[in-house]
T-cell receptor, first 110, second 114 residues
Framework: DAKTTQPNSMESNEEEPVHLPCNHS???????IHWYRQLPSQGPEYVIH???SNVNNRMASLAIAEDRKSSTLILHRATLRDAAVYYC???????????FGSGTKLNVKP | DADVTQTPRNRITKTGKRIMLECSQT?????MYWYRQDPGLGLRLIYY???????NKGEISDGYSVSRQAQAKFSLSLESAIPNQTALYFC?????????????FGPGTRLTVT
């Protein structure tokens, strides 16, 4: 199974950028990299995804290494509402499955 | 109104009892999923369904069964609940548009088996 490795926790100051790393050395050529986040007492919500190129949307940016064995989710200006567990997930369209890891708990300090 | 709803939101049951968790969605998606979440372990896939006639086992299907009654409804059953099935259960839906397969999650059902 495709696996991801993330730090257990990270801390950031409000209004500063946050870089959340993820390693996925066993990624296959067809696996997509997805990021979800889970706010306290809620279900996970989609943040962003990519395949090979860097991606931007209104929530975040995703930077993917050239060899695709790692990626970084970038929150450009962290707010207190961004405090959540962030999951880096490999999605295999060949097997139609998501592989969730244990995620990174982001704490945002005022 | 929420796009993905789960009932009940909380349930306490005894060992050996049969219990059903229900999921409904108004997004019109064909794909539906059941996950369980245990502390520190992220989410693990139990079962998934790509349309009404399609049911597939996930990573941890033992002790569970599902029913896809309609496009909008996907139920998870514990035939004989045991304490290690105490967990937070999430239903999700997705629409595989352009291979993106973004998943939309319900609010979760907290199940306690005593």
């Amino acid at each position: 199974d495709a696996k991801t490795t993330q730090p257990n926790s990270m801390e950031s100051n409000e209004e500063e950028p946050v870089h959340l790393p993820c390693n996925h050395s066993t990624i296959s050529g067809t696996d997509y990299i997805h990021w979800y986040r889970q706010l306290p007492s809620q279900g996970p919500e989609y943040v962003i995804h990519g395949l090979t190129s860097n991606v931007n949307n209104r929530m975040a940016s995703l930077a993917i290494a050239e060899d695709r064995k790692s990626s970084t989710l970038i929150l450009h200006r962290a707010t207190l509402r961004d405090a959540a567990v962030y999951y880096c997930i490999l999605y295999s369209p060949n097997f139609n499955k998501f592989y969730f890891g244990s995620g990174t708990k982001l704490n945002v300090k005022p | 109104d929420a796009d993905v709803t789960q009932t009940p939101r909380n349930r306490i049951t005894k060992t050996g009892k049969r219990i059903m968790l229900e999921c409904s969605q108004t997004k019109g998606h064909d794909r539906m999923y059941w996950y369980r979440q245990d502390p520190g372990l992220g989410l693990r896939l139990i079962y998934y369904s790509f349309d009404v006639k399609d049911i597939n086992k996930g990573e941890i299907s033992d002790g569970y069964s599902v029913s896809r009654q309609a496009q909008a409804k996907f139920s998870l059953s514990l035939e004989s609940a045991i304490p290690n099935q105490t967990a937070l259960y999430f239903c999700a839906t997705s629409d595989r548009t352009g291979g993106r397969d973004e998943q939309y999650f319900g609010p979760g059902t907290r199940l306690t088996v005593t």
